[in-house]
DNA sequence: TACTGATGATCAGTATACTGATTAATTATC
DNA sequence: GATAATTAATCAGTATACTGATCATCAGTA
């Protein structure tokens, strides 16, 4: 008998549900209103000032429909600002606002904390050695998914 | 500089992505229109005829919102049957019906091969070693959730 | 029987994720 | 410079997941 425990795809379901659960108790308890995946997002036009929509999304591996509204939710509550891009009027310029840099700040420890608590059963060697084996699943299934994560083209940029 | 690949709660999500996409393009090219929410649903109703939504939602770990419009989408296919429970009129019992019971068996080479592909960057050693972490850090952390597992009291069952 | 609390199911509302289509603008080609 | 192909963004529609509320029923108690 097939147990769900003996199926990746059962445990990667159940796995990234803990984790936003754990995400949402951590941040609301610190006073946040942000879900995991805004926080991604502010996360990086914070780190890429002035990126357009389609490259956010491959940067943090989210569908293109799926940006639009995170990006919506972002600006309703004055984290980020889209204006249209002068070089090319079909794109969206995104930037953080003062705000939005003030709270990426403030949550921070917050999301840490998410993060070493979602692995919290597993001793310091495991935790890395889950980390590795997902990255290295990821990598290998990464074009499989309708939104792939992309390289950022480096140009300017030396933190590779 | 915090990389998105060193928060598990990152990889969690992309992984968990990747495992939908396979499972979509494995059962479609199969010729079935089953998401995996609604096969693991189908599937434990076959292995436990009778059974209530909200044990159901335990055995698989879905918010008991979730169960509500899964089962509407199974019956609507006419793969499962939902009646009034005569022991207790709140509850609706849940039995698989022919055809959900051909499906699910026809379905299932699909459903093993996208569990496949899920994990084929990895050796075997290694697949066995990230479903050991993954199966101990969602233990860890089950009751984080709103929709954690739930054993099934196993009165009369004997595959503990 | 009336009351209280708990439980199974559902509903309204919100936020990811996706499919597939559309619109507007850019790039490539002739 | 007109045309075709491509691209950035959005929209309509569907399916998870969740929060919080409601309704009907059940169990326990006075």
């Keep these: 008998m097939k147990d769900n425990n003996d199926m990746p795809g059962h445990l990667a379901r159940r796995f990234q549900q803990i984790a936003v659960a754990v995400f949402h108790a951590e941040v609301e308890g610190a006073g946040f209103d942000l879900t995991p ?18 490259t956010l999304a491959g940067l943090i591996a989210y569908d293109r429909t799926t940006i639009t509204g995170v990006v919506d939710r972002l600006a309703q509550k004055g984290l980020l600002e889209r204006r249209a891009s002068s070089r090319d009027r079909r794109a969206r310029e995104l930037q953080i606002t003062e705000e939005g840099q003030k709270t990426l700040e403030a949550v921070s420890p917050a999301v840490e904390t998410a993060q070493e608590l979602l692995v919290r059963g597993l ?24 939104a792939p994560l992309r390289e950022i083209s480096t140009e300017g940029s030396r933190n590779g």
Tied chains: 1, 2.
Aim: net charge neutral; aromatic share 2%.
């Design 37 to 54: 995946v805004q926080y991604a997002a502010l996360a990086a036009v914070s780190t890429n000032p002035g990126i357009d929509q389609i």
């Design 123 to 146: 001793t310091g060697d495991e935790q890395r050695e889950l980390m590795r084996l997902l990255r290295k699943a990821i990598a290998a299934g990464n074009e499989l998914s309708r």
